[in-house]
């Protein structure tokens, strides 16, 4: 089955690794999201109301990709599968980096 990588970035360019998940779509963000919720408030600030809110990005021919932003923490899906992100060189799990 295929994995997709889930990236989470703040304001200053840094991006750590969230979850490699089932599928790309909302559902799949907002669960790994909810999962790392510790990390992520740990890691940036998310806000006090944890509301995420879900933009549609448009790419070419139709195709779009989602992000999700909660505070200062922004997520969105790589492009990159497990597979591809193993053989690039993964980023930093959030759990390593907030240890």
């Given at each position: ?42 890691w940036g600030p998310v806000g006090d109301d944890d509301l995420w809110v879900f933009r549609r990005e448009a790419l070419r021919r139709e195709r779009f990709r989602w992000t999700a932003a ?30």
């Open positions: 089955m295929t994995r997709y990588e889930l990236v989470a970035r703040r304001p200053d360019g840094a991006e750590v690794l969230v979850a490699y998940t089932a599928g790309s779509g909302r559902h799949h963000m907002l669960k790994a999201a909810r999962q790392h919720e510790a990390a992520l408030g740990a909660a505070g200062a923490i922004e997520l969105r899906y790589s492009g990159r599968t497990l597979r591809g992100a193993v053989a690039d060189g993964e980023l930093p799990w959030i759990e390593e980096v907030v240890r």
